[in-house]
């Protein structure tokens, strides 16, 4: 899921520096760290924690924490529980699928996971959890409090998002407008080829396409096609793509005529977005990296977004210092501070011995401002 966002907890009080980042999607986690439990764990009974208000799904959340119990009869228990934040008008209750973890309980944080989950509707005022998550003392002696400090995860699925969009339609409405299905419309025309009158070779496979939709849709396309750059005046005359893999091009054609995420391609398989699951996660990460830098190259930004936000999900210690890298190098800086954040909430001792890896040794040769940014992190850890 995408990355929305982190609380931190220190010194007895909700820090300062909190994420800003909105999820746009309509799911997403937000973590909240602890650091100090000692400090906080005889906070009274029905007394709760309150994280920093993050936007997923179009509406603002909030996670409570009560280290005592959030109600009277849940004395003696921690209680960790969701709600919307009060800030905001809710025109009726929201559905969704949520499920809270500890940072190390990778299992329970699968996005098919929290998908099959049970649908709850929330009001405003309201609040749903674990009322009784875990006892006190077991908790204490427990492997997720380490170095007086620990990590909650939500992972949260709106599943009616579109609601946000707008107060609900009139009851008895007589005329039902549909939604716009313009982009099928444009979709098919790519799939047809009806019309086209611009080909391009990329690799050992050619495309066909329009050149009045893309001259619309990418500046870059509008000056190789109508500018100084024009290329390929005929169909038997194809653009030659260069450094971009087939199912890259397609992608970004699918995009382009379609304004929504494409699927991933491979030459025998198609994946769908919600199928990430059943594919290497290695080769969803390079596919959304190579698609990016290919939005970027095209003037595509809201494609770039796209990978950005589905990026900022398969963040982690294994691939947190390439997504950096990238990000830097493409300008990506809603991207950038997820990585920068992530790293933020490792302990010390695991932040140096990443810093010691290879690909921090390629970020410190050609991106000095990451450099001074892990650093200055770094320092304030110790």
Known sequence: ????????????????????????????????VVDGYSCIKDTPNTKSIRSRAFRIGGYWWV???????ERFEDLGYM??????????????PVKVKFEFSFIDQVEEQRSARVRAGEVVELSAGASC??????????????????DDGFIIRCDLFVVDA????????????????????????????????????????????RFAAHRCVLAARSSVFRAQLFGSMMEGTTTANAINIKDMAPNVFRALLTFIYTDAMPKMEDDEYEYEEDEDDEVEEEEVISWLQHVLVAADRFDLPRLKLLCEDQLSEHIDIMTVMTILALAEQ????GLKEACLQFLQILSPTRLQNLLATEGWGHIAENYPAVVNQLIFKLASKC
């Open 162 to 205: 579109k609601a946000t969009r707008g107060a609900a339609a009139l009851p008895g409405a007589a005329v039902e407008v549909p939604n716009s299905d313009i982009h099928d419309q444009f979709r098919e025309l790519l799939r047809t080829q009806l019309g086209t009158d611009v080909t391009f070779k990329v690799g050992s496979e």
């Open 79 to 92: 209680s960790v529980t969701l709600a919307l934040d009060h800030d905001q008008e809710i025109l009726r």
């Open 330 to 333: 493409h300008r990506c800086c």
């Open 1 to 32: 899921m995408p990355f929305a966002g982190v609380s931190v907890v220190s010194n007895c009080k909700l820090s300062g520096s909190a994420s800003a980042m909105v999820c746009r999607a309509a799911s997403g986690y937000h973590l909240l």
């Open 129 to 146: 959890g674990h009322h009784r998550w875990m006892k006190r003392t077991d908790f204490d002696k427990s492997k997720h409090l380490r």
């Open 63 to 69: 996670i409570l924490y009560s280290p005592k119990g």
